[in-house]
């Protein structure tokens, strides 16, 4: 009798408004690759080739927001046809550094920026890709950890839930035995708000954390809004301070101002 040969996971990979560099980090797990490639069938992921296959997909990996409404159709195409859908980065999460738009008139800003903004179809906001349809789990960072993601896919080939941290930066920070910068040279911080991720990089170079991973679970933001007034900070500065990659996710944080 012959032996029966065990289908691979069929995986997806799609890109919506974004730069592509959470795609890169898949393919940036130069040392996993070999072992991936060997577990899953990755059978849709133009960053990588151009040969693609129709679903079902066993598992799909989404980066980008939705910024048109061809975007907003696409989406419920790639939901219908997913087993499981993941998201990963802070567009596709939380609508990205492009969510700056739902702060002002898109119109004005497509007048200013294109010579012929006729020819740019735009919806007014960009949303994360949860605003459209059910996600299974979100994977956040601009960009992802290379960790994060390998532990994601992992755990929906076994089928258990991903073991991701939900603490703050902070505790990041005294597990690599940083200095605080606040608190040391009253450099302005987001690392107590800011979801783990990325290693507490930028503090470990002095740098104060500016959120590209998003809010943790446990955000007290009145709490750290005066903290980031006592560094000398305006309300407006703090703001702009929270305006960055994650914009959609810390704007309902942020301090009232004079454009609310």
Same mark, same amino acid.
């Given at each position: 009798?012959?032996?029966?040969?065990?289908?691979?996971?069929?995986?997806?990979? %799609?890109?919506?408004?974004? +730069?592509?560099?959470?795609?890169?980090? !898949? &393919?940036?797990?130069?040392?996993?690759? /070999? @072992?991936?490639?060997?577990?899953?069938?990755?059978?849709?992921?133009?960053?990588?080739?151009?040969?693609?296959?129709?679903?079902?997909?066993?598992?799909?990996?989404?980066?980008?927001?939705?910024?048109?409404?061809?975007?907003?159709?696409?989406?419920?195409?790639?939901?219908?046809?997913?087993?499981?859908?993941?998201?990963?980065?802070?567009?596709?999460?939380?609508?990205?550094?492009?969510?700056?738009?739902?702060?002002?008139?898109?119109?004005?800003?497509?007048?200013?920026?294109?010579?012929?903004?006729?020819?740019?179809?735009?919806?007014?906001?960009?949303?994360?890709?949860?605003?459209?349809?059910?996600?299974? %789990?979100?994977?956040?960072? +601009?960009?992802?950890?290379?960790?994060? !993601? &390998?532990?994601?896919?992992?755990?929906? /080939? @076994?089928?258990?839930?991903?073991?991701?941290?939900?603490?703050?930066?902070?505790?990041?920070?005294?597990?690599?035995?940083?200095?605080?910068?606040?608190?040391?040279?009253?450099?302005?911080?987001?690392?107590?708000?800011?979801?783990?991720?990325?290693?507490?990089?930028?503090?470990?170079?002095?740098?104060?954390?500016?959120?590209?991973?998003?809010?943790?679970?446990?955000?007290?933001?009145?709490?750290?809004?005066?903290?980031?007034?006592?560094?000398?900070?305006?309300?407006?500065?703090?703001?702009?301070?929270?305006?960055?990659?994650?914009?959609?996710?810390?704007?309902?944080?942020?301090?009232?101002?004079?454009?609310?």
């Amino acid at each position: 009798m012959a032996a029966t040969v065990r289908r691979r996971p069929r995986v997806g990979v %799609f890109k919506f408004a974004s +730069c592509d560099g959470c795609q890169l980090t !898949l &393919l940036d797990c130069e040392d996993e690759l /070999l @072992a991936l490639g060997q577990a899953v069938e990755v059978v849709h992921f133009l960053e990588a080739s151009s040969s693609v296959q129709p679903g079902p997909y066993d598992l799909s990996l989404v980066e980008g927001s939705v910024t048109t409404a061809a975007d907003a159709e696409r989406i419920l195409q790639v939901r219908a046809a997913s087993r499981r859908l993941v998201t990963i980065g802070a567009c596709a999460t939380a609508g990205g550094v492009q969510a700056l738009r739902d702060l002002a008139d898109v119109e004005e800003y497509r007048a200013i920026v294109y010579a012929r903004p006729d020819y740019v179809d735009t919806l007014a906001t960009s949303t994360p890709i949860s605003a459209h349809v059910p996600v299974d %789990f979100e994977l956040r960072g +601009c960009p992802i950890d290379r960790g994060q !993601l &390998l532990e994601v896919v992992t755990a929906f /080939l @076994a089928g258990r839930t991903p073991d991701v941290p939900r603490h703050s930066v902070c505790f990041a920070c005294k597990r690599r035995g940083t200095v605080c910068v606040t608190v040391a040279r009253g450099t302005p911080c987001l690392g107590p708000v800011t979801h783990a991720g990325c290693g507490a990089l930028c503090p470990a170079y002095g740098r104060g954390c500016y959120g590209c991973f998003g809010p943790s679970a446990s955000v007290n933001m009145p709490a750290m809004i005066p903290l980031l007034r006592s560094d000398g900070m305006s309300d407006d500065e703090v703001r702009r301070f929270l305006r960055t990659f994650n914009t959609s996710a810390f704007e309902p944080l942020a301090p009232p101002g004079e454009d609310e």
